[in-house]
């Protein structure tokens, strides 16, 4: 193929009608289906779902069930990962989605056993729409906790606007939306983030992560990512309070970042349990073939 790739399924059996050249998939995620630690594939389509399991002895295990999509009439799926929302000790997946109205809603399916199970679908109004949605450990307890991201306009997965939601939501002793704390950033409401976050130990003081997040290429913003620190404070009554500070790379003043707007990949690149980085800038015109190259330069972290 043009691209180098050649499809391979000898070690895949796919039973079901999922056709991964032509899916129909609303949304998709990674979700432990059988509690076995290992995340698997979840994928919803129109009026299927389907599992992949991860790690089944003889290569991916696939298999689909029919649902009642009524729940999600008149809804666009923006989101969608897997946790206990409404704190009842069993897992839910949960789909951040919006109405026809441009209203932003949370839908929870509860999982039962290793399927879920849509007649007790429940839909909660009077959120923001949101783009992303991922698990995270805010405030040292057993419970999870939830990091979201949401834009001034519903996401469409083409244009980019302004970020307006930058939040955590708490578990609680009724659902996650009982306690919400909000992050603010100097640039909220003029850039663009990416929705994809990393949850990282950024400033090694073992505090559980902070999360990193690169900026997208939107109005006049320069800075290239943000990186929101979790800060730990202890009172006199040794009663433990967490917060976010969140704080662009121009704020920070890093050394060895481009001056100019880079896309901004996080990994370890090296293997060395470092936070390495991939930067994408825009190069230049090619007047030859109109189009603007995308160069790719590699820091590796040789502090922290």
């Given amino acids: 193929t043009e691209t180098g790739l050649v499809l391979d399924n000898e070690h895949v059996t796919n039973e079901t009608s999922l056709d991964l050249n032509n899916a129909g998939i609303r949304a998709g995620g990674l979700i432990d289906r059988n509690n076995n630690v290992t995340l698997d594939i979840y994928l919803l389509g129109e009026t299927k779902e389907y599992w992949i399991e991860v790690g089944a002895t003889d290569g991916p295990k696939f298999e689909e069930f029919d649902y009642d999509n009524t729940v999600l009439a008149d809804h666009t799926i923006t989101a969608l990962t897997g946790f206990d929302f409404d704190s009842n000790s069993n897992e839910d997946i949960v789909l951040a989605a919006y109405d026809s109205n441009g209203a932003g809603k949370f839908i929870t399916i509860p999982k039962s056993g290793d ?31 939830v990091f979201v991201m949401g834009d001034e306009n519903p996401p469409n997965g083409i244009d980019l606007s302004a970020n307006s939601v930058l939040r955590v939501y708490e578990t609680g002793e009724v659902n996650i939306l009982e306690n919400v704390v909000d992050i603010d950033f100097t640039k909220q409401s003029t850039a663009s983030l990416n929705k994809l976050a990393i949850y990282a130990d950024y400033d090694t003081d073992f505090d559980g992560g902070d999360i990193l997040i690169s900026f997208e290429d939107f109005g006049e913003n320069t800075a290239s990512f943000l990186i929101v620190e979790k800060q730990e404070t202890t009172d006199e009554e040794d009663v433990t309070t967490y917060t976010y500070v969140a704080q662009d790379n121009e704020e920070l003043g890093l050394a060895n970042v481009p001056a100019e707007h880079a896309f901004t990949i996080f990994i370890d690149y090296n293997n060395d349990f470092d936070i390495d980085v991939i930067f994408g800038l825009k190069g230049e015109l090619d007047t030859a073939t109109n189009l603007i190259p995308l160069n790719f330069y590699i820091q590796t972290n040789e502090s922290n």
Avoid: F
């Fill in 115 to 145: 399927g879920t199970n849509w007649a007790e679908a429940l839909v909660y109004e009077n959120v923001p729409t949101l783009k992303s949605l991922q698990s995270i450990v805010y405030d040292q307890d057993e419970e999870q906790d």
